[in-house]
């Protein structure tokens, strides 16, 4: 008896071991895929992270091409307009000399060659203006344009000068391409 009982014991024990055994594959297979999920969900979670940083990269990229593709535009625009405007400095400064070219012109009591000197004078710089694009603003008889003319008086509107027309120009105006230089001063009618 006392050998079926050790026997049993054993049998026993070993029954134990296994089933032991098996409720331990049991668990670390259970801790195996509880471990691989969250592996998988740490491992998507970090992919989610990478991909927003590089579609946040890329959207920065791509505003960055297209902020130098916009300043590469507005260089290209200043550097036509300053090239389509070259002398405009010089232009604004000689038209006062001309002023006072015409207001010489106009005294009476001058001699012949001095007006003539000073017509000679006058002729070359209106020659050399319009060589470089600068033009008088026609005024006289023409509708009163704000962008061209300063009305600085103004006269009722007769026969002659219908409402808002130019009746007299009392300084030209001139313009460089489509710029204006200096507006006329003009009186218009009313």
């Given at each position: 008896?006392?050998?079926?009982?050790?026997?049993?014991?054993?049998?026993?024990?070993?029954?134990?071991?296994?089933?032991?055994?098996?409720?331990?594959?049991?668990?670390?297979?259970?801790?195996?895929?509880?471990?691989?999920?969250?592996?998988?969900?740490?491992?998507?979670?970090?992919?989610?992270?990478?991909?927003?940083?590089?579609?946040?990269l890329s959207?920065?990229?791509?505003?960055?091409?297209?902020?130098?593709?916009?300043?590469?535009?507005?260089?290209?625009?200043e550097q036509?307009?300053?090239?389509?405007?070259?002398?405009?400095?010089?232009?604004?400064?000689?038209?006062?000399?001309?002023?006072?070219?015409?207001?010489?012109?106009?005294?009476?009591?001058?001699?012949?060659?001095?007006?003539?000197?000073?017509?000679?004078?006058?002729?070359?710089?209106?020659?050399?203006?319009?060589?470089?694009?600068?033009?008088?603003?026609?005024?006289?008889?023409?509708?009163?344009?704000?962008?061209?003319?300063?009305?600085?008086?103004?006269?009722?509107?007769?026969?002659?000068?219908?409402?808002?027309?130019?009746?007299?120009?009392?300084?030209?105006?001139?313009?460089?391409?489509?710029?204006?230089?200096?507006?006329?001063?003009?009186?218009?009618?009313?």
């Amino acid at each position: 008896m006392a050998k079926e009982k050790k026997e049993e014991v054993k049998e026993e024990e070993v029954s134990e071991a296994t089933s032991t055994e098996g409720s331990t594959d049991v668990e670390s297979t259970n801790n195996d895929d509880l471990t691989t999920e969250t592996q998988a969900t740490t491992a998507l979670d970090d992919i989610k992270k990478v991909e927003a940083e590089r579609d946040e990269l890329s959207d920065k990229y791509i505003r960055a091409q297209a902020e130098i593709v916009n300043m590469r535009r507005r260089n290209e625009k200043e550097q036509a307009s300053l090239i389509k405007y070259d002398g405009q400095k010089l232009a604004k400064a000689i038209l006062p000399a001309l002023d006072n070219l015409e207001r010489a012109l106009a005294v009476e009591s001058a001699s012949e060659q001095l007006l003539k000197g000073v017509k000679m004078v006058q002729t070359d710089l209106l020659k050399a203006l319009k060589e470089n694009h600068v033009a008088e603003i026609e005024a006289e008889g023409q509708a009163f344009d704000p962008n061209m003319h300063q009305a600085v008086q103004t006269v009722p509107a007769d026969d002659d000068h219908p409402a808002d027309t130019v009746v007299q120009v009392l300084q030209k105006g001139y313009i460089l391409k489509d710029r204006v230089l200096r507006p006329a001063m003009v009186i218009v009618a009313q």
